[in-house]
């Protein structure tokens, strides 16, 4: 199974799915985690924002209380000069003021003492309104005296001196006050007419009102909040004590709120993340939570996308194995089939009509692959029928080929003969020409003895009839040689002729070895187009084209032999013509002027049987030679009639190859049409390379 179809495809889809759930899960963990931590610090932002405003809310409402009893205290001083020199005036003044006073006392939570009190350089040391709550009343207490303390005693005296030089609205930092034993904090506004101090007017409220609210703020688990003063200093901590430095408890947190613009965004300040906001009076909210709780809301959510994704994937793998299997299993029917068809098994029947039937993919692979194995069944048939056929092609043409090497070999053995025969005729031809040689030679001393017989014919007129009578016998000798050589040198001229006709035989066995050469070309070029099949057939055709190489050589063979001979023919012609005209201009004329002078001779010759008997021996060395050179020429027009038969054996033999070729042609044009039938059903097919 580890490779079956059906695993694969399960394990694609299953790798498929992984894939697409790690890319879907980091995706959606990644916004999950972006969108989260944003929500988280968008939520850690509101909440400062939202105790912000409810801290905001209890000062503006102590500020507007003091606010308002400082603006009702200037309004009260209608005359600023009586009220910097009439006690009574101030008196009225103060005693107007203690009803709204003690109202706003009242009104506004948390205030522990609310007072007015006035410049002590022009008024009472113990003037003014102090208003302190005891239990749930406030109850009109003296003032403190300024007399008592020193302006620089700000430990004791400082609610007074700071706004005052500060000549603005202030809040104090809070401080316990023994008395009560409570933290309470201050805010004082310092009133001014004309320039001039009057006083101030203030509130203290307990400092718990605003610790409250800054403890019971609670983000996530452990996160805090904290509040600052406008120096940077705690006003309220969970670990530190009010008045620690942040700079000194807090260093990365004092380095971010230092930075203004910093204010309301989530920071990260080790591993906390913190965001901060300033209250009108400088006071600064700062809510710091731990950096993992701010994440444990995108983990929880990743561990979710986790849980969903591996559950996705459970499913994804085993709805994967049900539709491997439905995949497959028509598939593996297929193999079965094609295997079938790999094998060459097209006996075998198979039932594939059901596969058919899908109307997917697989039915159309079915339907292509039952037409496939219908149409190789067939090309297998027609390959059979083609092979048979062939086959006996090529055993014909095999037989043939052994018949032309056959006549081949036998043109051979008479082209050896003929061209001894050649050899032989050259050599005659030689002797003939040696012997013409000699006979001219004879001629040349005949003619000078007979120069010298004329000389002395006068004195041997006499004694010629003898010789005359031998002349006679010698002339007519003579004359019937000169017959017998004219005639068979005309004989052998003419049949040199017949090596003209070699010539025509020869053109002709060279013009069959050229189409043999270029049907054997052919041939080649049609079996190198029938690929394997056609590898028998392209041994034929070299080997044709080896025969039809092998007569080319042998007609040239041939050719050159007989322009050999033409040449000795020509050669020898031309010696028998000018012996025949040496002797029938010459040699029978002097024969016939011996006998018209025998009778001078007769008397001379005593004196010229000397010179006749050099005579006699040159015309018997001249009836040898001529003797021999019969015997030449017979033996070449032996030699030419043996060349002659050797030629017709040539001929008859090239006419039965050229049958035999006739038949081959006739064997090839059949292979040639069963080349075609193969390369048809080769063309069925689309191949690599084409």
């Not at 995706?27 to 944003?38: D, F, G």
């Amino acid at each position: 199974m580890k490779n079956s179809l059906r695993v694969k495809i399960a394990v694609i889809v299953s790798v498929t799915v992984l894939f697409a759930c790690i890319i879907m899960g980091v995706n959606c963990i990644m916004a999950s985690r972006k969108v989260t931590r944003e929500d988280s610090r968008q939520t850690l932002a509101l909440i400062d924002e939202t105790r912000l405003g409810q801290l905001s809310s209890t000062i503006e409402k102590i500020e507007q209380s003091v606010d308002s009893l400082s603006n009702i205290t200037i309004s009260t001083i209608s005359d600023f000069e009586k009220f910097k020199k009439d006690d009574n005036y101030v008196d009225e003044c103060t005693k107007s003021l203690e009803v709204t006073a003690h109202n706003l006392a009242l009104n506004t939570k948390g205030a522990l003492c609310t007072y007015i009190r006035y410049n002590p350089e022009f008024t009472n040391p113990t003037s003014g309104i102090f208003l302190s709550k005891s239990g749930d009343k406030f109850d009109f207490l003296t003032p403190t005296d300024f007399s008592v303390y020193d302006p620089s005693d700000l430990e004791h005296v400082g609610w007074y001196y700071i706004p005052v030089q500060a000549g603005e609205p202030i809040w104090m930092d809070p401080y316990l006050n023994e008395n009560i034993n409570v933290y309470m904090i201050s805010y004082v506004v310092p009133i001014f007419i004309d320039n001039t101090s009057v006083g101030i007017v203030g509130m203290d409220v307990d400092f718990s009102e605003i610790q409250n609210l800054v403890s019971e703020t609670k983000v996530y688990k452990t996160g805090y909040a904290y509040l600052l003063n406008a120096e940077g200093k705690i006003l309220s901590h969970k670990d530190y004590e009010t008045g620690t430095s942040l700079e000194e408890a807090l260093p990365e947190d004092y380095k971010i709120i230092s930075n203004k613009e910093n204010e309301g965004k989530v920071v990260v300040s080790g591993d906390n993340s913190i965001v901060f906001k300033t209250l009108n009076n400088g006071m600064k909210l700062v809510v710091s939570v731990p950096e993992k709780e701010l994440m444990d809301s995108t983990n929880s959510l990743t561990i979710q996308i986790v849980k969903i994704a591996v559950l996705a994937l459970i499913l994804s793998i085993i709805f994967a194995f049900f539709v491997s299997a439905a995949i497959s299993k028509p598939i593996k029917k297929l193999t079965k089939v094609i295997q079938s068809t790999a094998d060459l098994d097209f006996a075998t029947q198979i039932d594939s009509a059901q596969l058919t039937k899908y109307k997917d993919e697989t039915g159309e692979m079915a339907q292509a692959i039952i037409r496939m194995r219908n149409h190789l069944e067939e090309m297998v048939r027609n390959i059979d029928n083609s092979c048979g056929e062939l086959n006996a092609d090529i055993s014909y043409l095999q037989n043939t080929s052994e018949d032309v090497a056959a006549i081949a070999e036998s043109n051979s053995d008479y082209t050896r003969k003929l061209s001894a025969g050649m050899e032989a005729s050259g050599m005659a031809v030689q002797r003939v020409q040696n012997n013409l040689e000699v006979i001219n030679d004879d001629a040349h001393s005949i003619e000078q003895l007979s120069k010298a017989g004329r000389q002395l014919s006068a004195e041997i007129m006499k004694r010629a009839a003898t010789l005359r009578d031998s002349t006679d016998t010698a002339s007519d000798k003579t004359r019937e040689m000169y017959h017998n050589v004219k005639q068979e040198a005309e004989a052998a001229l003419v049949k040199s002729k017949a090596v003209e006709q070699i010539n025509a035989l020869t053109n002709a066995i060279d013009d069959i070895s050229s189409q043999t050469s270029l049907l054997a070309l052919n041939a080649s070029i049609e079996a190198a187009r029938a690929g394997e099949a056609g590898k028998g057939f392209a041994v034929v055709a070299t080997e044709i084209s080896n025969l039809a190489q092998q007569t080319s050589d042998t007609v040239s063979n041939i050719n050159k032999i007989v322009n050999e001979v033409n040449d000795a023919v020509a050669d020898m012609a031309k010696c028998l013509d000018s012996s025949i005209e040496f002797m029938g201009a010459n040699v029978l004329e002097d024969y016939e002027e011996f006998g018209k002078v025998s009778e001078q001779y007769q008397k001379d010759a005593t004196i010229v049987e000397d010179s006749m008997l050099n005579v006699n021996e040159a015309i018997v060395n001249l009836s040898e030679n001529i003797t021999e050179i019969k015997h030449s020429v017979e033996g070449i027009s032996t030699a030419i009639g043996e060349a002659g038969t050797s030629i017709d054996e040539i001929a008859g033999s090239t006419t039965d190859m050229t049958n035999k070729t006739s038949q081959n042609m006739d064997a090839v044009d059949s292979s040639m049409e069963n080349i075609k039938m193969l390369n048809q059903i080769v063309e069925q097919f689309k191949l690599s390379g084409k």
